[in-house]
């Protein structure tokens, strides 16, 4: 199978670096050098690289900025090449380029393929490129949270899927008691509203307001409020057009306009534009006599009795008073009718909601018992044969006799779910505590990895670990940063031997200070820092032959023209050729 493969970091002002590139290649890479020469800043690109935090104090004194740039070849299809496609980044020729850029203010940026991406991006795509292990992932393995983690990937769907069910049927047990505290913290807040809709929804009903009532009401008030006005206007108008029956002598319009129709039409027969001027006189007559008749009616119908006048001020003040408390007008009112019984049968149906939620509650914490159950008894299951294959990787590490074993428990809680019939505490991931443990020797108890465990025995586990890891869960490219911390001898041959293994299948890169593990490796960088302290271009260069058995005698005994350690690292290189 095609894997991801790092290829080459280039690394610029950052901490003793000023400008290195540090060159990789398929298998196994060790990277060694005295210390303090800038090893670990490997470890801190790499980071950086793959969405890690920006330090400020990462950057070189002087520089304006630090630089991480890396390619990493990676097979079409991969789901890193669809992520990085789907964010605009470009492959170049199979070869996905990633920049990381940190100023000395504690700006971050980050590239990908070309495009300016979210530094959260990079972290994404770390999960399916690199497993990065150093001395802080091993205080991390010490976590029960971690190790429950690590049983769950080392499963894979035989936990997955039971994991999936139980955290769809959390989620809505949350959500459901969630509901269930308001309704209940919220019952005097909730009733207090239902009596406001019930008080204002009565006042409302009482008068019973129209739609547009209140305009009408306001004309009719303006009519009545001026009749004799208005009467006296339209009697005195009805006058002028059509005369006054008590001056019969007086002219009027109607009088008028009939004589110059008259007059026209004698004469009409003669000229057409005449007749035409003849016939709009006529029609003016026509509606003058309209306008005259509808006068005389207006005056006759209105009513200037005061009582109805009353009546109207007095709907209008009722109106006023709905107004004022529900909304601007009586449009706005009936909104607030109709939208505050939508609300209070909202608010009445609470005892029937309450009833439901809690046959629901009870109902999926009896699911959720069930379903922990299935999960509990998967990761048991699988922790029985995760701890196998640790033993045995263990075996090949030098501790033949250790035994690795977990231990799954509950905690009992009155107000958990029930599980094996008894209630225990319960989470997003289920009941189960998890815990790593160890006997380092036959007779010797099981003890949690972080009381049963020295450092070097620690740092063996972490990499059993991450071996099984391998053979279910591979990761294109991992890097370790003193695995082999507290180990020598012939533990610290074995672990060589075990990377160059997992080395086989992975990229492996191990920053390390022990020969017995650098000679393993395929490929052996050396960091070295010039006269002044930096680490330059040449400062990482890639030993071979005479160089790398120098570089072993230095690691041995700290001379590298001792004939005893050169004898001593050419061993170890014939040992490394001959298990390869």
């Known amino acids: ?25 398929p298998g196994f890479t060790a990277v060694t050098g005295e ?27 002087g520089a304006k900025n630090a630089v991480v740039e890396g390619r990493i070849s990676v097979p079409d299809g991969a789901s ?40 959260g991006l990079l972290a994404e795509l770390a999960d399916d490129l690199v497993a990065v292990h150093g001395q802080t992932d091993q ?24 994991l999936a069910k139980y955290a769809g049927a959390y989620r809505r047990l949350r959500a459901i008691s969630t509901e269930l505290d308001e309704i209940t913290t919220r019952a005097r ?70 004589g110059a129709h008259r007059a026209l039409e004698a004469v009409r027969s003669h000229d057409a534009e005449l007749g035409a001027l003849a016939g709009r006189i006529g029609e003016i007559g026509i ?25 109207v001020e007095e709907r209008r003040a009722a109106l006023t008073a709905l107004t004022r408390k529900y909304g601007e007008d009586v449009g706005a009112v009936l909104t607030w009718a109709e939208q505050g ?78 599980v094996g019939g008894r209630p225990v505490s319960y989470g997003p991931a289920g009941v189960d505590e998890v815990e790593l443990l160890l006997a380092p020797h036959p007779g010797a108890p099981p003890r949690p990895i972080a009381k049963g465990a020295s450092g070097g025995e620690l740092s063996r586990v972490m990499l059993a670990v991450e071996v099984v890891f391998a053979g279910t869960d591979p990761v294109p490219t991992y890097l370790f940063d003193e695995v082999d911390a507290g180990v020598g001898g012939k533990a610290a041959v074995e672990i060589g031997r075990r990377l160059a293994k997992l080395a086989k299948s992975a990229q492996v890169v191990v920053v390390t200070h022990l020969p017995q593990v650098a000679a393993f490796a395929d490929r052996q ?51 490394a050729r001959a298990d390869g």
């Open 341 to 418: 019984a939508a609300r209070l049968l909202e608010l009445d149906g609470d005892d029937d909601r309450l009833g439901e939620l809690t046959a629901e509650r009870d109902a999926l914490r009896a699911e959720l018992g069930g379903l922990a159950q299935a999960l509990t008894d998967a990761r048991t299951e699988a922790a029985e044969r995760f701890a196998a294959a640790v033993t045995a990787e263990l075996a090949s590490l030098a501790m033949p006799h250790a035994r690795v074993s977990f231990e799954i428990r509950q905690t009992e809680d009155p107000e958990g779910v029930e």
């Open 139 to 162: 205080q991390g393995l010490l976590k029960l949270s971690r190790q429950r983690q690590a049983l769950d990937r080392y499963a894979g769907d035989a936990v997955a899927v039971p």
């Open 1 to 25: 199978m095609v894997m991801s493969v790092l290829e080459e970091m280039r690394i610029r002002s950052l901490g003793v670096i000023d400008d290195a590139v540090v060159e990789l290649s």
């Open 189 to 258: 807040e909730r009733a207090q509203e239902a009596d406001m809709l019930r008080f204002g929804l009565d006042e409302i009903a009482a008068v019973e307001p129209r739609p547009g009532e209140d305009v009408e009401l306001a004309a009719e008030a303006e009519r009545l409020g001026h009749a004799e006005a208005l009467a006296s206007a339209a009697t005195a108008a009805h006058a002028a057009l059509a005369g006054n029956p008590e001056d019969p002598e007086g002219i009027d319009a109607t009088t008028l306009v009939a």
């Open 35 to 61: 210390t303090g020469a800038g090893k670990t800043m490997v470890v801190t690109s790499l980071g950086l690289l793959l969405g890690g935090r920006a330090d400020p104090a990462l950057v070189r004194i």
């Open 287 to 311: 509606l003058l006599g309209d306008v005259a008749g509808e006068l005389a009616g207006y005056a006759d119908d209105l009513d200037a009795d005061p009582l109805r006048l009353s009546a």
């Open 80 to 119: 890193a090449v669809v992520r990085a496609e789907e964010a605009g980044a470009e492959l170049d020729d199979g070869v996905l380029l990633i920049s990381r850029t940190v100023s000395a203010e504690g700006r971050s940026r980050a590239h990908l393929g070309g495009r300016s991406v979210p530094v």
């Open 525 to 575: 960088l050396l960091v070295e820092k010039t006269d002044d302290g930096s680490v330059t271009r040449s400062g990482v260069k890639v030993l071979e032959g005479e160089e790398r058995v120098r570089e072993l005698s230095r690691m041995l005994a700290g001379q590298e023209d001792s004939e005893t350690a050169r004898a001593h690292a050419e061993e170890l290189l014939a040992t």
